[in-house]
C-alpha cells in the first residue's frame, strides 16, 4: 500500500509532465504559425522585376525602314501585329507549326512567331502587305481567287507567303513538289487541293520567271 507522500509525488510528476507537454505545444504551434504566415506574405508579396529593358530597332519590311521599340523577348510576328500595324501574318499556334504567320527573311521562308525582332535587324522582311501594290493582286493571290484556295481565309495569307517563297526557288515546280514545298502550312478547312493549283497556275500566269 502507497504511502500519502508518495501519492503526492506522483501527481506532482503527472501534473508537471502535462503542462511541459502542453507548453511545449504551445511554442510549437507557434513557431509553425510564425512559420505558414511568412511564407504567405511572401507569396503575397509582388515579384521583382529583372531583365533587360526594351531596346530601339530598325527592320527593313517590303522595301521600308520602321523603327520600333521591343524587349528582347519579342518576336517579329509580335512586332508586326502589334506595333506597325502589319496584320496579314496571322497568330495561330504560336508555336512554330502552322504557318499562319509565314513571311520570307532574306528570300527564305520563315515562321515569324519563331523569330526575335531584335535578331530581323539588318535582314530583309517581306510580309502580305508587300505583296503587290495597292488594289492590283500578286499572280499567287490572284490564283488562290480563281481557284478557290481559301475558305475562312485565315490561313491564306501564310500560303500566299509560302507559295512565294517556293516559286521564287522553283519558277516551275511540278504538282507533288507543290505539295511538298507548302508542307509547313495547315489549313483546318482543308483546301490543299485548291491551294496546290493556284500555285500551278500562278507558276504559269508567271511565264516560269521569278516573281
Known amino acids: 500500500m502507497s504511502s500519502p507522500r ?33 511564407e504567405q506574405e511572401a507569396q503575397a508579396a509582388p515579384a521583382a522585376v529583372s531583365g533587360p529593358d526594351a ?34 501574318a496571322k497568330r495561330v499556334c504560336d508555336r ?6 509565314t513571311v520570307i527573311v532574306d528570300k527564305k521562308v520563315m515562321y515569324s512567331c519563331t523569330i526575335l525582332a531584335v535578331d530581323a535587324q539588318g535582314k530583309k522582311i517581306e510580309t502580305i502587305e508587300g505583296l503587290a501594290p495597292e488594289g492590283k493582286l500578286h499572280p499567287v493571290s490572284q490564283a488562290f481567287w480563281d481557284n478557290d484556295a481559301q475558305q475562312c481565309g485565315y490561313c491564306t495569307p501564310g500560303f500566299v ?28 478547312c482543308g483546301t490543299y487541293v485548291g491551294v496546290r493549283k493556284a500555285v500551278l497556275q500562278a507558276s504559269k500566269d508567271m511565264g516560269g520567271k521569278h516573281a
Not at 524587349?71 to 508586326?80: A, F, G
Not at 512554330?96 to 504567320?101: F, I
Request: aromatic fraction near 4%.
Open 161 to 188: 507567303m509560302a507559295a512565294k517563297g517556293l516559286l521564287d526557288r522553283n519558277p516551275n515546280p511540278t504538282y507533288e513538289q507543290v505539295k511538298k514545298g507548302l508542307g509547313g502550312n495547315l489549313c483546318r
Open 6 to 38: 508518495g501519492d503526492s509525488k506522483n501527481k506532482r510528476k503527472s501534473a508537471f509532465s502535462r503542462r511541459g507537454f502542453l507548453q511545449g505545444l504551445g511554442a510549437g504551434t507557434g513557431v509553425l504559425s510564425t512559420g505558414i504566415l511568412a
Open 55 to 88: 531596346v530601339s530597332i530598325t527592320l527593313e519590311i517590303n522595301g521600308k525602314s520602321y523603327k520600333a521599340t521591343v524587349e528582347p523577348r519579342t518576336t517579329l510576328l509580335d512586332t508586326l501585329r502589334n506595333q506597325l500595324d502589319m496584320t496579314g
Open 96 to 101: 512554330g507549326t502552322c504557318g499562319a504567320c
